[in-house]
């Protein structure tokens, strides 16, 4: 079965900058509406960043101006560029995309999950 592998989750001083990638785990027919989550210790997971298929961009206002969702249709990859970062970004960072597969009907999928420390 299809899944999405995340990577470029680590730890990072205060102001440092990472970048996350998320891919599927087999070749795919298609992907779309491709997200970051995250969820820090004793919260609620939270909507980071969205591509629709239209192409628009949209962020959770706390990390307008930093954080920057791109996708790489020709890999496919969806990256998550984290640049001036905060403590306050601390948690699991997840992907998420609906998938066409061989495997039937498109369906969401979400990724393991990667841990990103901001030390202050």
């Known amino acids: 079965q299809v899944h999405l592998v995340e990577s470029g989750g680590g730890l990072v001083q205060a102001g440092g900058s990472l970048r996350l990638s998320c891919a599927p785990s087999?070749?795919?027919?298609?992907?779309?509406?491709q997200a970051w989550y995250r969820q820090a210790p004793g919260k609620d997971r939270e909507l980071v960043a969205a591509?629709?298929?239209?192409?628009?961009?949209n962020y959770t206002d706390s990390v307008k101006g930093r954080f920057t969702i791109s996708m790489d249709n020709a890999k496919p990859t969806v990256y998550l560029q984290m640049n001036s970062l905060k403590p306050e970004d601390t948690a699991v960072y997840y992907c998420?995309?609906?998938?066409?597969?061989?495997?039937?009907?498109?369906?969401?999928?979400w990724g393991q999950g990667t841990q990103v420390t901001v030390s202050s």
């Open positions: 998420n995309a609906n998938l066409i597969t061989k495997y039937g009907a498109p369906a969401n999928y």
């Open positions: 087999e070749t795919i027919f298609g992907i779309y509406n």
């Open positions: 591509i629709s298929m239209g192409g628009d961009k």
